[in-house]
């Protein structure tokens, strides 16, 4: 019998905001049942719900028992694929998540630290993007919606388990979304694709991390 490969998991998020369509889950999608470097790609769409997330997540954790799990999520706006160094235990919603909730000024986790840096190499993967001509920044903030507390709960799972690694990245708009948003930056759904395999295929190469500046002023 050949023995199973390592899983990475994948998530995306269904559309939210009125949006009829949410990037992340159209990238991460397409790249389910991938094998790369000898790992299998598992994606899983989470709803834009802080509960109901969370409840997608540790179910697909457990059963998966992947050793990387990678979330992305849509953040309409940003011009460039956005690597998020840190999640911020706190839930503080501008707007209802898609069941009606509102947090404000809510704990991800009640007992858990106030951030968690990511433990993917972000230095590594933001200069390989960069090295296929792929438009790409380290983020020093992933919000206070559901995209930083599932990108908070992924990197607190991880560290109750050995040997999970656990990342978050947030893309633009797809050119059809921008379209109806005079001025508004996108990306062409081929080169998000194009870009979580880079993100993925440098993670599992990738054991300690490049020392390169991509901080910010403000």
Not at 20 to 34: F, H, K, Q, Y
Not at 113 to 123: G, S
């Amino acid at each position: 019998m050949t023995a199973e490969l390592p899983t990475i998991l994948l998530t995306g998020f269904d559309p939210f905001g009125g949006e009829t369509i949410n990037p992340s889950w159209e990238a991460v999608r397409a790249l389910d049942g991938r094998r790369i470097r000898g790992h299998r790609i598992v994606a899983r769409q989470l709803p834009t719900e802080f509960a109901g997330s969370l409840r997608v997540l540790k179910k697909a954790m457990r059963e998966l028992a992947p050793v990387i799990v990678l979330g992305v999520g849509q953040a309409g706006g940003r011009s460039q694929l956005s690597i998020e160094r840190v999640a911020i235990n706190v839930q503080d919603a501008r707007i209802a998540d898609n069941a009606g909730d509102q947090p404000v000024d809510e704990p991800v986790v009640a007992d858990g630290p106030a951030a968690y840096f990511a433990t993917l190499p972000i230095k590594t993967i933001l200069a390989n993007l960069r090295g296929k001509g792929l438009p790409a920044e380290i983020s020093q903030t992933a919000g206070t919606y559901v995209c930083n507390h599932i990108a908070y709960a992924m990197l607190y799972l991880a560290s109750r388990k050995r040997g999970i690694r656990a990342g978050f990245v947030h893309i633009p708009y797809l050119p059809e979304q921008a379209a109806a948003i005079p001025g508004a930056a996108s990306m062409a759904l081929a080169d998000v694709v194009r870009a979580l395999d880079i993100v993925l295929r440098t993670a599992i190469a990738t054991t300690v991390d490049r020392k390169l500046a991509a901080g910010a002023i403000n």
